[in-house]
């Protein structure tokens, strides 16, 4: 004997979302164009970040230079020897 379980007598519950392929594919366009932009947006601040590092490290290694120069004349000043000469 068959159990009675009164599926037929049960409400179709409406599904919360868009009921046609179109709507959907609409909403994952824009969302889509939404992470297009933000990922454009990201790569150009990397872009310039990148060229902010190369500036500082070059203006870093220009102010090294002088320094090592200043510290080779001091050397030079006060043992009246090249700094290559000390070592």
Do not use: C, W
Not at 47 to 56: D, Q
Not at 62 to 78: M, P, Q, R, W
């Amino acid at each position: 004997m068959p159990i009675d379980t009164d599926e037929d007598n049960e409400e179709i519950a409406t599904p919360a979302y868009p009921t046609t392929y179109k709507d959907e594919v609409k909403k994952l366009k824009k969302i889509i164009k939404e992470i297009q932009k933000n990922h454009d947006n990201l790569l150009d601040a990397a872009k310039y970040n990148a060229k902010e590092s190369s500036a500082r490290i070059k203006d870093l290694e220009d102010k090294f230079n002088k320094v090592s120069n200043i510290a080779e004349a001091l050397a030079f000043t006060a043992t009246g020897k090249d700094p290559g000469e000390i070592l």
